[in-house]
Nanobody
């Protein structure tokens, strides 16, 4: 049974930082593309960041334009965990953040991901 468990969300002031973690179990982690998505109230779920499954020795990472330069995605295959370091947070970053796993190549399309976590709330106050 595949499980993705997010942690690290919370309330932070604008300009602050948070680090989200997503611990995966029940899958061969290094075979999965991992992504972070978010959903704000009244809005559709949107792509935030993604990182490819490891091929050779380099991970490919990509970001939504709205978070480039502020967020960093990384993965630790030994710990079956993917991280999202979020710096210079803005009120518009407030959302529920979801971790997702895809048994396949890299994509930013949420519909292409196979497994999802339960989400963790991030609230940025102004």
């Amino acid at each position: 049974q595949v499980q993705l468990v997010e942690s690290g969300g919370g309330l932070v002031q604008a300009g602050g930082s948070l680090r989200l973690s997503c611990a995966a179990s029940g899958l061969t982690f290094n075979m999965y593309t991992m992504g972070w998505f978010r959903q704000a109230p009244g809005k559709e779920r949107e792509f935030v960041a993604g990182i490819s499954r490891r091929s050779f020795s380099t991970d490919y990472a990509d970001y939504a334009d709205s978070v480039k330069g502020r967020f960093t995605i990384s993965r630790d295959n030994a710990k079956n965990t993917v991280y999202l370091q979020m710096n210079s947070l803005k009120p518009e970053d407030t959302a529920v953040y979801y971790c997702a796993a895809r048994r396949g190549g890299y994509t930013i399309l949420a519909i292409m991901y196979d497994y999802w976590g339960q989400g963790t709330q991030v609230t940025v106050s102004s």
